[in-house]
């Protein structure tokens, strides 16, 4: 989707068809705030207005098609009570506004926010690009119905006071994040026959192919003689051999350096201890932290801050193959920690360890970032509206949780007092790879903790918001949601600040 902003001042420069003209108007505030609105349109509109049919209630639209002129049809678009209206709410109401869009076959666009400097209009494009994500690739295709049509060109008309430049900069860059997370609910959708550890190894090495960064892919063996015994205790169970994905940005050896670590499980059946079958297809979605973490380093790759960033991700698949880990069975991670497997569908814990505590003692990072679709637990908690959030370090606590307000990707801190990491020590081991059922986010949280020494450290657990979020107008509650690659984005980027 092509953007371009225009500064009142400039709005003779607007002459080519701009599509589809949106005026936002909150609740029961009119008349209609628009510099390039046609007196006849208003007039229409104000009828609808008077009949109360249009009322600026939030997630309202009213799409009025016109004749041909500098604009083809109008949105008016509900925003609802002004002061209850924050970006959130701009990205609800234009998400719900999509299924508008696509009926009315809208391929060009135009924001007139001459009116509203207080919006950000970069809120509008995420939904927009959100909003129209599909998954048909498996879905065969009569040659009759043409592909939908999404909007490809998008103009925003700012007020006088406001830089465009700076405008138009930030929107490329939310552009760019939603693209990203796009493609990590296409990774996380794909089925996992297709979507194997390989498959993910192929893709993150094709984003070092497109973009130069290093990537490098350690295979079993290599596993097995650096003592990575946790992940391929999982992998064990699969014919699919496990990978652990190394990608780097580096920008020089004095810069800070932050690790992004996602869980790749690519499908988890629970291994030996078997999930139930009602829902268990929804397993294929367990590698979305790895979708997180990748294609959130896609824009990082893209974009080249100056700090160093590396993206690490363990992959196997959870089966129970005749070779399967058993729930006893005691393994020794990479940091020489031994555990006590008493349940091997907490597999996601046990490819992560060695992860974390290879990222540590490898690369040294200032911080440490996981996301993990870990635990049932988190989801009782939080359900499908925030990630839980787990860390030693109050000041992530403090920045994830701004880029989360941000991006709308929320996370939620849960305590991690000593007295759960007594819960998770061994009978027979060092530790034990569950904890009794109470508390399950945090017994999983502290397991992990085990393996990051003292490095700042984060962890998000996103088993609730990486699918299933039929409460945001702009997600198709059918597909994943790709949460994670905006917050981590926006996470990562504010790290830059103070350092130069
Ligand atoms: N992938 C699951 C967690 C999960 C469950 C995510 C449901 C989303 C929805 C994870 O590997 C798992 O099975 N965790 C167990 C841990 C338990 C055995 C301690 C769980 O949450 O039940
Ligand atoms: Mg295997
Ligand atoms: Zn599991």
Known sequence: MRVNVTSIKNKE??????????????????????????????????????RDIITGATKE??????????????????????????TETLRRSMGAACPALKTNKVSHICFDLSHFPELDPSAFLEAIVLGQYDFEVYKSKDNETPAPTTVQEAHVLVHEDIDAEHVHQSAELAVLACLSTNGARHLANTPANELTPTALADFAQGIANETGCECTILGETQMASLGMNAILGVSRGSAQPAKLIVLRHHHSDDAKTIAIVGK????????????????????????????????????????KPPINVICVVPTAENMTGDAAQRPGDIVKAYNGKTIEVHNTDAEGR?????????????????AI???ATLTGACVVALGHVAAGVFTNSDSLALSLADAGEQTGERVWQLPLWPEYEELIKGNHADLCNIGPRWGGAITAAAFLKQF?????????DIAGTAWGADHLPYLNSKHATGFGVRLLTSWILGQIEGIE
Not at 62 to 74: C, D
Not at 452 to 460: C, L
């Open 13 to 50: 420069d607007l002459t080519s068809p701009l599509g589809t003209l949106v005026i936002p108007v909150y609740k029961k505030n009119f008349p209609l705030n628009s510099t390039i609105l046609e007196a006849q349109h208003e007039e229409a509109l104000q009828a609808l207005i008077d």
């Open 264 to 303: 790749g499980v690519t499908f988890d059946t629970g291994g030996i201890s078997i999930k139930p079958a009602a829902d268990m297809h929804e397993m294929k979605y367990d590698m979305c932290g790895a979708a997180a973490v990748l294609c959130a380093m896609m824009n990082i790759v893209e974009l």
């Open 61 to 86: 639209s009213y799409f009025l098609p016109t004749h041909e002129g500098l604009y083809n049809a109008v949105l008016v678009l509900g925003l609802g009570e002004e002061e209850k209206c924050d």
């Open 369 to 371: 970032v996981d996301m």
């Open 452 to 460: 990051i020494g003292e490095t700042p450290w984060a962890h998000i």
């Open 350 to 366: 046990l490819i992560l360890a060695d992860a974390l505590a290879y990222t540590v003692d490898k690369y040294k990072p200032d």
